[in-house]
């Protein structure tokens, strides 16, 4: 069983038991507090921190962190059963254990936000590799080639459709996806990570050979604000690079395709 799919989808649950687990950890390092040093019950708490700022929820985690650090107080320093703490060195740990948990749990989420971050590149390469597969195959008619390219564009920018034209010429008044990944319109560069997609009108990717428009992809995002990183604009250039390679190999443009 998937862990952290499964605290993700029970977050409530997850946090109510973020906030349950330093209790019985506290209640039962009391049993042997004669016998442990107040380090040791820290570094007790703060895996039990770790524990759910492993989740990726930071709810869960500066949950931990707190409920930690109050039963800390109450089972572990003196006067023991209240949230008073007279000795300063087990208030410079209640502080320690505080900071510890909230820096655990941002590491922890930073962490896993650089493992999806790497997860999509490889998705990204992946694609472009399968899609030039594709185009190399020479059975594969021009059709299924833009076919193919136009469904790949639109998982890579989150889109409601993307359809393929040939030939023809660009609207002047068209959002257009330039090489380097910019989206202008009349000349002017749009915020894309701030503004996102036209939901209005279809952005345009341009395919062409030798400088002469060949056709385009037409970028829809109608239902919802798509806002594709630099990144994911420039696979898409990349993947409609491959079709503008097929369209110097293969001859005329083919009819248009509908996803």
């Known amino acids: ?28 390092l009391a049993l042997a507090r004669s016998d442990l040093t107040a380090a040791t019950d820290v570094l007790v708490l703060v895996a039990v921190v770790v524990l759910f700022s492993a989740t990726g929820i930071r709810a869960a ?7 930690a650090v109050v039963w800390f107080d109450v089972f572990l320093t ?9 000795d300063p060195d087990d208030l410079e740990a209640a ?11 941002e590491t922890a989420l930073w962490g896993q936000r650089q493992q999806a971050a790497l997860s999509r590149e490889v998705g990204y390469v ?18 299924e080639v833009t076919t193919a390219v136009a469904q790949r564009i639109r998982e890579v920018l989150h889109l409601d459709a993307c359809t393929f034209a040939p030939g023809g010429r660009l609207d002047d008044t068209a959002a257009i996806l330039q090489h380097d990944g910019s989206l202008t319109q009349g000349g002017r560069e749009l915020n894309v990570d701030r503004d996102g997609l036209p939901v209005d009108s279809a952005a345009v990717l341009p395919v062409r050979v030798a400088g002469e428009l060949r056709g385009r ?17 420039r ?25």
Request: charged letters at 15%.
């Open 235 to 259: 696979v898409a250039v990349l993947l409609a690079d491959q079709v503008a390679g097929a369209l110097h190999d293969r001859g005329p443009a083919p009819g248009r395709r509908r996803e």
């Open 126 to 143: 992946n694609g472009v590799l399968a899609t030039a597969e594709t185009v190399a195959l020479r059975d594969q008619s021009e059709e």
């Open 95 to 105: 502080a320690l254990l505080l900071v510890i948990g909230g820096v655990v749990t």
């Open 61 to 67: 985690g500066l949950a931990a962190a707190l409920s």
């Open 1 to 28: 069983m998937d862990v952290r799919r499964f605290t993700r989808n029970h977050r409530s649950a997850t946090v109510v038991a973020a906030v349950t687990a330093p209790l019985l950890a506290a209640a039962l």
């Open 217 to 233: 992809f037409l970028l829809t995002a109608a239902s919802h604000v798509a806002r594709p990183t630099l990144q994911q604009r």
């Open 78 to 86: 003196q006067p023991y059963g209240s949230l008073a703490i007279n």
